[in-house]
T-cell receptor
Framework: AQSVTQPDIHITVSEGASLELRCNYSYGATPYLFWYVQSPGQGLQLLLK??????LVQGIKGFEAEFKRSQSSFNLRKPSVHWSDAAEYFC?????????????FGTGTQLKVEL | DGGITQSPKYLFRKEGQNVTLSCEQNLNHDAMYWYRQDPGQGLRLIYY???????QKGDIAEGYSVSREKKESFPLTVTSAQKNPTAFYLC?????????????FGEGSRLTVL
């Protein structure tokens, strides 16, 4: 069965500092990988996705992620964090279900930004 | 604007009562999903539907039921058989095929059992 691991439950960074959120997956084939962000009490918004091709993908809000097959990882990065980036971040993996996107989510990483 | 509307945003119920959460979308998406979110556990899939009048169990379907009579609507009933129903429930939809890759989420419904 596929699974997603986000080893960091909480991360605190200073505004302007760089950020890296870790994500590892377990899956038999090349997965489809996603990062979502959730503000308190809200739904989730897609930041970026990887299907194939270039292993470094760019997303919204200045985020990027790199797919490393050898490490089964898809870490999310941002060069300079803004206070508005404080939120919970979820990594997810998907496989084809013949018509729908059935995602398996990690347990999330809560990001706190210190001013 | 197109999107997903969940209602109610907050709901309280007594033990032993069934409750139905509404999810409506005007994105013309074929697939719809219900996830449950608990602190520290991420999102877990309850039920999903790829087409009208068809749905499948997800990872934690016990104690829940759904229907998909219309493309736009995918209501979730939390029955009295659900042992621990207090949680944040998220509805999502997507276009068919993984080439889109994106789930569109509603703003969630928080259910509290008193």
């Amino acid at each position: 069965a596929q699974s997603v691991t986000q080893p960091d439950i909480h991360i605190t960074v200073s505004e302007g500092a760089s950020l890296e959120l870790r994500c590892n997956y377990s899956y038999g084939a090349t997965p489809y990988l996603f990062w979502y962000v959730q503000s308190p009490g809200q739904g989730l918004q897609l930041l970026l996705k990887y299907f194939s091709g270039d292993t470094l993908v760019q997303g919204i809000k200045g985020f990027e992620a790199e797919f490393k097959r050898s490490q089964s990882s898809f870490n999310l990065r941002k060069p300079s964090v803004h206070w508005s980036d404080a939120a919970e971040y979820f990594c997810a993996v998907a496989f084809a279900t013949g018509g729908g996107n059935k995602l398996t989510f990690g347990t999330g990483t809560q990001l706190k930004v210190e001013l | 604007d197109g999107g997903i509307t969940q209602s109610p945003k907050y709901l309280f119920r007594k033990e032993g009562q069934n409750v139905t959460l509404s999810c409506e979308q005007n994105l013309n998406h074929d697939a719809m999903y219900w996830y449950r979110q608990d602190p520290g556990q991420g999102l877990r899939l309850i039920y999903y539907s790829q087409i009208v009048n068809d749905f499948q169990k997800g990872d934690i379907a016990e104690g829940y039921s759904v229907s998909r009579e219309k493309k736009e609507s995918f209501p979730l009933t939390v029955t009295s058989a659900q042992k621990n129903p207090t949680a944040f429930y998220l509805c999502a939809s997507s276009s068919p095929g993984l080439n889109t890759g994106e789930l569109f989420f509603g703003e969630g419904s928080r259910l509290t059992v008193l």
